[in-house]
């Protein structure tokens, strides 16, 4: 999918001043230097046939919603907005409204963030909804 390889091709070629990199430890962390280069891996997979479109094509499917911020890098993230809060039936073909539910499935990306009004970045980890997918529904007992 190209929006997801977008970030590759952003930081090509791409020289930062510093990149200190953000941590929940209690280590103090070093004071950065302003000479380091972030160099990234400009391998780009092609997905097999049968993994596009699965958005549409899912039990639970979704859409992608954009968001961009100047002093991000990737600049634009992409995240999966569910179409329904119910699933579709495999066997119907219909929305199944008691028994399965439509949920998002998150992972965290790492992403940098410029520091304002300088050139060093900072990196940290965002959660991103990457898809939709069937649980069954809560109850009582569950």
């Given amino acids: 999918m190209q929006v997801r390889n977008s970030a590759a091709a952003f930081l090509r070629g791409v020289f930062f001043s510093a990149l200190r990199v953000g941590s929940s430890s209690d280590e103090q962390a070093p004071t950065p230097t302003c000479d380091s280069?972030?160099?990234?891996?400009?391998?780009n997979k092609v997905l097999?046939?049968?993994s596009r479109n699965i958005n549409s094509r899912s039990l639970s499917p979704w859409s992608w919603?954009?968001?961009?911020?100047k002093d991000q890098i990737p600049s634009t993230l992409w995240e999966?907005?569910?179409?329904?809060?119910?699933c579709s039936s495999p066997d119907l073909g219909?929305?199944?409204h008691q028994n399965l539910n439509s949920v998002p499935v998150?992972?965290?990306i790492l992403v940098l963030n410029r520091r304002q009004n300088e050139s060093c970045y900072t990196a940290s980890?965002?959660?991103?909804?990457?898809g939709c997918t069937c649980v069954r529904a809560?109850?009582?007992h569950s």
């Fill in 37 to 43: 280069i972030l160099t990234f891996s400009l391998e």
């Fill in 48 to 50: 097999p046939e049968s």
């Fill in 65 to 69: 919603r954009s968001t961009t911020l």
């Fill in 80 to 86: 999966a907005e569910c179409s329904s809060t119910f």
């Fill in 106 to 108: 998150y992972q965290n």
């Fill in 125 to 130: 980890y965002r959660s991103v909804a990457v």
């Fill in 94 to 96: 219909q929305t199944d």
């Fill in 138 to 140: 809560k109850t009582s």
